[in-house]
């Protein structure tokens, strides 16, 4: 049934013409007779084919635009912003540096060599055939060196110095007489450090020079022994008070008479130390 009604199609199609021009569907020859089923009516032109692709081009661009207004896309600013919150939460994820160790607090050492000077008082007495006293006062002063050694991990203390003090002590009775001029010392100290501050003994060989008017040697050996008291004011400077007693031995001036000088002395030292005490 659909072969006859596509043939008598094909044959409107050919029995016809389309006249652009008055739109109108006239017949190609006037004399033929055109069936009644041909009978063409009046339309339009069918849309050209590079119309529907235009139309089809915009509805697609439309459809883009409708999908970027509705989710949206990042501007450079926008991954720019959004690029800043990482990068600070890297750093801020990145851990601080260590901080610097502390130093450690200095520790007062008091090995070392040292030099100093000392100012005091001293007072002797002479004592004659056990029976007469000359005594004299007056000012001292003199020069110090030595050494002192800490042991390690302890407050203990120990040292040696030798030091010369100048004094003029004259002391007189009647045609006799004293004077002891200045004394050598050779010493050892030993002592108890409480961090800067310094507490010690001393004990050791002294010597003084003498002139009398008897008949006897113009030096007097003996010994003393005292105490101190040192503190440190600097990373090596040190000062001090210190106590001496001096015992000198007896000389003869005659056939069971002798004499015997002792003395006394407080001084001020400062001290100043080569390897600083605070290490």
């Known amino acids: 049934a659909s072969r006859p009604v596509l043939a008598s199609a094909k044959a409107c199609v050919r029995a016809t013409r389309v006249d652009v021009r008055s739109r109108s569907i006239q017949p190609i020859a006037q004399e033929r007779v ?9 339309r339009l032109d069918p849309m050209p084919k590079f119309a529907y692709n235009i139309l089809a081009f915009f509805l697609s661009l439309g459809f883009a635009a409708v999908v970027v207004v509705a989710f949206g896309l990042p501007s450079k600013a926008e991954g720019v912003t959004k690029a800043k919150p990482r ?4 750093r801020t994820a990145t851990p601080a540096p260590a901080a610097a160790p502390a130093e450690p607090a200095a520790v007062t050492n008091w090995t070392g060599f040292h030099v100093g000077a000392f100012l005091g008082a001293a007072a002797s ?6 029976i007469v006293t000359l005594s004299s006062n007056g000012a001292l002063g003199g ?11 302890t407050p203990f203390v120990i040292g040696v110095a030798t030091d010369y003090g100048w004094r003029d002590l004259n002391a007189s009775l009647g045609p006799t007489s004293v004077d002891l001029k200045g004394a050598w010392s050779a010493t050892a100290r030993a002592g108890i450090a409480f ?3 310094l507490v010690y003994g001393r004990g050791g060989w002294t010597q003084a020079q003498a002139s009398t008017s008897l008949a006897i040697p ?4 003996g ?3 005292g105490a101190g008291v040192e503190a440190l004011v600097s990373s090596a400077l040190s000062v001090g008070m210190e106590y001496r007693a001096e015992f000198y031995r007896s000389e003869a001036i005659a056939p069971g008479v002798g004499i015997e000088p002792s003395g006394h002395e407080l001084m001020f030292t400062s001290r100043w130390r080569f390897n600083s005490p605070l290490r």
């Open 195 to 197: 961090d800067k501050l």
């Open 87 to 90: 990068v600070a939460a890297s």
């Open 223 to 225: 010994w003393l022994m």
């Open 34 to 42: 055109v069936p009644m089923h041909c009978t063409p009516t009046r």
């Open 125 to 130: 007495s002479s004592e004659v055939a056990g």
């Open 218 to 221: 113009d030096k007097f050996d």
């Open 143 to 153: 020069l110090a060196a030595g050494y002192d050694y800490q042991f390690p991990g």
